[in-house]
Every structure is written in structure tokens, then in C-alpha cells.
């Protein structure tokens, strides 16, 4: 089953091949000491239901760029390995419900999204063929009935108006044991999720309308410096630096000077590291909305000029996210090349994860972007990958670069992310 797997693996490229090898050489000797770490760090503080990290791949420098708790696009991973999701949520679910039976699950309220009502039937059929039954209970606003959509992939889902009884949710015929939230909350938070006797996973404070990822990141250069201290390497091949201002107002250029200070501090810091590892780069800083998702609110700074020219189109794109969410805040974070490439275009790995397992990923890709651009935007296209064996037991006798050692090294430094999120976790 592997080797059928690995065959489908894409074949990636990689511009530069430096530290990089090097810290991919690291990770694989030491991985009975990376594992039994990872292993106490899950004992003491347990890992998200579930979550995806974006990562770019710089050659020189492996690290996260994002980390989504609410992760959509399973209906991307590789069918090969569902196996691993099924065991996985069994696992997940059963520390937090041991005799859970019954799983309401609430997606986004966009369901004329077809794309991601994929992910939708995809993640309830994981969750349906570990032993749970799924209804779906939506929050659209304009359901009041049973809604039944077809999908193009000829899979049909039924959207549910859930209702309250009292300390807790559910439908007309179905009580769940737990809610599972695939809602990201950027909008806020609903009060009929308020105050429930049902665990409601992720918890409600690690929406988007409570969560921040400067404080992600935060966590995430803690996490790092343990890390690089336990494996003796230089934590910043595997951490972007990052910086953050106060309130921001986009539209009336209030915070602006804050903006273009520390953007020229953090490129100044990123110079002194490419000085130090030889990397005839250009330095460059991605200033993003410090809430939110889906690739909205994010802008690329090759020096102040970037931040302080920015014209009224592009400061009216900055100063709104999902769902037309006001930006107050940013961070500004060093901007991680990417130079991996599918078929010419440029790519970068998303690792899935449920609790503390890797259960697969994809690429994603654009065919008009640069290296050094967010791929997080229209005209992407993802090709799935099944991580096989790779994500935890590597090949420890290939050469760094193969594939699956390849892919340790992204498994590696996705649970560190993980890691990061399970502190966020814990402070709710």
C-alpha cells in the first residue's frame, strides 16, 4: 500500500538544497529523541481536534506560515489514506467522548460553495466510517428546513437548521454526544453555541473572532527555540520572525508609520540571517490581517516604500477580511520563499493533522504567482498527496532529500505548529 502510494507522490523540486539538507539530515538522526519529545509534549498539553499548516520550503529554510483550526479541503487528501483520518478521529473523539455515538458537525454558512461543501461530505463520511453517526446542523440565517444539496461529485449533503434545548444543541430526532466545528467563527461568535454542556470542539475562543495570530506565533518562537535547543540547530531554519503593531486603519492611514518601522526593523533582522547562512536573497516581509483566513488581507514588502505607497485599491484589499470583517490589526512576518515547483508551477505543502497524528496533505498551486507570493488566492489548484510513511517513519538510510525524509521533515515541523496551537488550547 505504501509503494502504490508513494508512486503517486509528486515529483517536487527544489532550487536549493543547502541548510536545508543539512537540517533534514538533523531531523532524521534524531527522530527516536524528536518522537519521545513530541510524545511528553502531547501528555502535557493534548493537540487540537484537528488542524492544517501551510509551509513554505525555501530550501535554505523550512517553516510555517499559517495554521488553520478549522481546516477545510479534505476532500483534496489523498483517498488512499483516509485510514489514517478514520483511526485518527476515533482517537480524537473518544478522549473527549468515550461513549459519543452521535456528532453534529457545523460547517461554514456559505453553502453555495460547492467546493467546500466537498470538504464537508468528505469530513462527515471520515467521521461516519470511524463508528459516529453525522448530521449536519448549519447557521445560515435563512435555513429554516432541511436543505439538500448535490455536489459535483455526485455525493449529496443535507444542511440542517439546529436548534436549543435548554444547556443543549441538536435536531428535532438527533442529540449529540459532541459539536464539531468546521465554522471558523470569523464572524463572531453565535449564541447558540454559547455555554453548552456538550463539548463543542474547537472551543469557541479559538474562533476567529477571539483568535490572533501574533499570539499563534508567539507560542509557535517558543516552541521553536525548545525545539532547537533539544536538537541543537539554529531555531530560525524553521521559524519566520514576526513583528506586530497596535490598532491600524488602512483607510485613514492612521498606524501607517508603525507599519513601515517595524516592516524595515524585521527586514533588517531577516538581512543579518541571510548574511550569516550565505542566502543571495532578496529580503521580504508578508504583512497579513492578524485574524482570519482564506488568503484575504495580505500584502508583500520588499522595503517601506511597499507599506508607505500603497495607493487606495490596495489599502481598501488590506482593510477587510472574510466575510467583509473590518483589519484593525497585522503581522508582519518574514517572508519565507517558496522553490518548490509542479509541473513549472510554484507549490507549497499543507500538512493535515487530527490530534497529534499526520494524516496527509496536498500542494497547493499556482501557475501565476511567484516564489515569494502568497498562493492562498484565486486561481489555485491543489494536487493531493498521501504523506505513506513518511510523515512518521522515515527512511533513515536514504539520502535526505527522498521523498519520504523529505516529507518527515514537513510532519516534523507542522506538529511543532501543532504544538503551538495545543498552548493556544490550553489558555482557554
Known amino acids: 500500500m505504501a509503494n502504490e502510494a508513494l508512486a503517486v507522490v509528486p515529483h517536487l523540486t527544489t532550487a536549493l538544497d543547502g541548510p536545508l539538507q543539512q537540517l533534514e539530515s538533523q531531523l532524521l538522526d534524531q527522530q527516536p529523541t524528536i518522537e519521545s519529545w513530541l510524545r511528553r509534549q502531547w501528555t ?13 520550503n ?13 481546516p477545510a479541503g479534505f476532500n483534496n487528501l489523498n483517498p488512499s489514506f483516509l485510514p489514517l483520518c478514520i483511526q485518527a478521529i476515533q482517537t480524537a473523539v473518544e478522549s473527549l467522548c468515550p461513549t459519543a455515538a452521535n456528532i453534529l458537525l457545523i460547517p461554514e454558512s456559505h453553502s453555495r460553495n460547492t467546493f467546500y461543501l466537498e470538504s464537508v461530505a468528505t469530513l462527515a463520511e471520515i467521521l461516519q466510517q470511524a463508528g459516529f453517526n453525522v448530521r449536519i446542523g448549519s447557521l445560515a440565517p435563512d435555513l429554516t428546513e432541511p436543505e439538500e444539496h448535490t455536489l459535483p461529485s455526485g455525493r449529496t449533503l443535507c444542511l440542517e437548521p439546529p436548534m436549543r434545548n435548554g444547556p443543549r444543541i441538536g435536531l428535532a430526532d438527533f442529540d449529540p454526544c459532541m459539536v464539531l466545528l468546521n465554522n471558523d467563527l470569523a464572524g463572531g461568535r453565535p449564541e447558540i453555541l454559547e455555554e453548552l454542556e456538550q463539548p463543542v470542539v474547537p472551543p469557541l475562543g479559538l474562533g ?22 533539544l536538537v541543537g540547530i539554529d531555531s530560525w531554519l524553521f521559524d ?9 486603519d488602512f483607510m485613514k492611514r492612521e498606524g501607517e508609520e508603525c507599519l513601515a518601522r517595524n516592516t524595515d526593523t524585521l527586514l533588517q533582522a531577516i538581512a543579518l540571517k541571510y548574511a550569516e547562512y550565505g542566502i543571495d536573497r532578496e529580503p521580504f516581509v508578508v504583512i497579513k490581517a492578524d485574524a482570519g483566513t482564506y488568503g484575504m488581507g495580505i500584502m508583500t514588502a520588499h522595503s517601506t516604500d511597499d507599506v508607505r505607497a500603497l495607493n487606495r485599491k490596495q489599502r481598501t484589499r488590506m482593510a477587510a477580511s472574510k466575510g467583509g470583517t473590518s483589519v484593525s ?18 507549490a507549497e505543502p499543507v500538512v493535515y493533522m487530527i490530534d497529534r ?29 498521501a504523506f505513506a510513511d513518511c510523515c512518521n517513519t522515515p527512511d533513515r538510510g536514504q539520502v535526505p532529500d527522498a521523498g519520504p ?24
Not at 211 to 229: C, I, M, N, P, T
Open 357 to 385: 497524528f499526520v494524516v496527509g496533505g496536498f500542494y497547493r498551486v499556482h501557475t501565476a504567482r511567484g516564489a515569494n507570493e502568497n498562493l492562498n488566492a484565486p486561481g489555485m489548484h491543489f494536487e493531493p498527496l
Open 44 to 56: 502535557a498539553t493534548p493537540a487540537p481536534f484537528y488542524s492544517s499548516v501551510d509551509l513554505r
Open 58 to 70: 525555501a530550501g535554505f529554510k523550512l517553516a510555517p506560515v499559517d495554521t488553520n483550526l478549522f
Open 208 to 229: 476567529w473572532s477571539n483568535r490572533l495570530k501574533s499570539r499563534h506565533f508567539a507560542h509557535y518562537q517558543a516552541v521553536a527555540s525548545e525545539f532547537g535547543d
Open 240 to 248: 519566520p520572525l514576526s513583528r506586530n503593531c497596535g490598532e491600524i
Open 405 to 428: 525524509n523529505r516529507f518527515y521533515a514537513y510532519g516534523v515541523i507542522a506538529r511543532l505548529a501543532l504544538l503551538a496551537a495545543a498552548r493556544e488550547l490550553a489558555e482557554h
Open 329 to 346: 490589526r497585522v503581522i508582519m512576518q518574514e517572508g519565507v520563499y517558496t522553490f518548490e515547483t509542479w509541473n513549472g508551477a510554484v
